[in-house]
Structure formats: structure tokens, C-alpha cells
């Protein structure tokens, strides 16, 4: 079966950097586009970031523009989001959903989050 | 960016009574290759979203069929026919018509009366 495991998150001060992971199995990977999506404790859902399956096209959300990079290894099954420049509003739940492939539409698997603290 | 506007914010239901959720997008959601790309999620606490719906009615496996979903162009709406106690959550509508960026609604909060 489809599951998506996000780890890396942690409590970090503003400023510094972390990098998240996300570990998939049960489907071909590198097949799908692959999406990052955050939630603010207590707030609503805000799309991050998306990446091709190949990895040759991506985009950010403008929150996150210039800090935050998305990436994948597809001989890892292993998706990334490197989060530089961090600050308190960054605080979140980070989901990694599966994205579109022909036949399939995106985010019908979540994974279950991991959490980013950004606090001094 | 294409604004999600849901209505209401906050849905008290009665159980076995039916309950409604709308949604409604800043421009229309019907993309050039003639489908329409609006989602529906349920979040119940503590868990995941969950994907209920995508372009506008299909269900997803395993989804009851007391949920369904119904519109188009620039109005939206989530049905749940009879709401049991499992429903509570947060549910959201999603378009993937004008992306970047993929934009969701502020969600709806349904808790049992």
C-alpha cells in the first residue's frame, strides 16, 4: 500500500536552516509529481511546493520563494524540502501528498506530517 | 492566485440530518482541456487530510456515499446526506485548475450539536 513518512522536522531558531524528508513505498516513485503542503497549528492548509517526477520542473509558493527548496532522489524514493533563512511564520505541520501521474489525480496520499518549531 | 472562499466556517449538525458545505472560487475553475479541477478533503482531528472528492464528484475508494460533491464554473458544493458522528472534522476545498500555486479554501468546521 501507498505510504509517505516525513521525518527531519524539530524546533530551530530563526535564521537556520533544516531540511525535511519524506520516505515513499508502495508505488513507482519516480513516476509522480510530488507535493509539499503545510499547516500552521490551529490554521488552515497552504500548499509549499511541487516538483516533476523527473525532477526537471518545480515551483514554490511565494511564501516560501528564495528559501525553501524542493527535491527528490528518485534511486532513494526519497523526497526533500531544504528549508534555509527560517522564520517564526514557518511553524508548521509539514505533509509531503503524492502528485499528479497520467491516470491519477494528485493528493490522494498524505503522509502524516512532521512538525517545524521556529522559535528563539 | 485563484482565492477559495468557504461557506460557512463553522457547521453544527444534528446527527442524521444532512449538512452542506460551499465553495467558491475568484475565477472559474474549468481548465482549457475541459475538466474541472476542485478537490474536497475531510480532516478529522488529529489525522491527515483525506482526500473525499476530486474534479468536482468523483468519490475516492473507500468514501461513503452519503458524501458527494456538485458544481461548477465558480460555485461549488459539498453534500453529506446523513452526518454520524464520524464526519466531525475540518473539510476543505482545493483547486488544481490555476496553478502554481494549488490553493485551498479556510475550511469548514462540522461538529455534531
Known amino acids: 500500500q501507498v505510504q509517505l513518512v516525513e521525518s527531519g522536522g524539530g524546533v530551530v531558531q530563526p535564521g537556520r536552516s533544516l531540511r525535511l524528508s519524506c520516505s515513499a513505498s508502495?508505488?513507482?516513485?519516480?513516476?509522480?509529481?510530488m507535493h509539499w503542503v503545510r499547516q500552521a497549528p490551529g490554521k488552515g492548509l497552504e500548499w509549499v511546493a511541487v516538483?516533476?517526477?523527473?525532477?526537471?520542473?518545480?515551483y514554490h509558493a511565494d511564501s516560501v520563494k528564495g528559501r525553501f527548496t524542493i527535491s527528490r532522489d528518485n534511486s532513494k524514493n526519497t523526497l526533500y524540502l531544504q528549508m534555509n533563512s527560517l522564520r517564526v511564520e514557518d511553524t508548521a505541520l509539514y505533509y509531503c501528498?503524492?502528485?499528479?501521474?497520467?491516470?491519477?489525480?494528485?493528493?490522494?496520499?498524505w503522509g502524516q506530517g512532521t512538525l517545524v518549531t521556529v522559535s528563539s | 492566485d485563484v482565492v477559495m472562499t468557504q461557506s460557512p466556517l463553522s457547521l453544527p449538525v444534528t446527527l442524521g440530518q444532512p449538512a452542506s458545505i460551499s465553495c467558491r472560487s475568484s475565477?472559474?475553475?474549468?481548465?482549457?482541456?475541459?475538466?474541472?479541477?476542485l478537490n474536497w478533503f475531510q480532516q478529522r482531528p488529529g489525522q491527515s487530510p483525506r482526500r473525499l472528492i476530486y474534479?468536482?464528484?468523483n468519490r475516492d475508494s473507500g468514501v461513503p456515499d452519503r458524501f458527494s460533491g456538485s458544481g461548477s464554473g465558480t460555485d461549488f458544493t459539498l453534500k453529506i446526506s446523513r452526518v454520524e458522528a464520524e464526519d466531525v472534522g475540518v473539510y476543505y476545498c482545493?483547486?488544481?485548475?490555476?496553478?502554481?500555486?494549488?490553493?485551498f479554501g479556510q475550511g469548514t468546521k462540522v461538529e455534531i450539536k
Open positions: 501528498a503524492r502528485g499528479y501521474t497520467s491516470g491519477s489525480y494528485p493528493f490522494a496520499y
Open positions: 508502495g508505488f513507482t516513485f519516480s513516476s509522480y509529481g
Open positions: 516538483i516533476w517526477p523527473d525532477g526537471s520542473d518545480k
Open positions: 475565477q472559474s475553475l474549468l481548465h482549457t482541456d475541459g475538466n474541472t479541477y
Open positions: 474534479m468536482v464528484s
Open positions: 482545493m483547486q488544481g485548475t490555476h496553478w502554481p500555486p494549488w490553493t
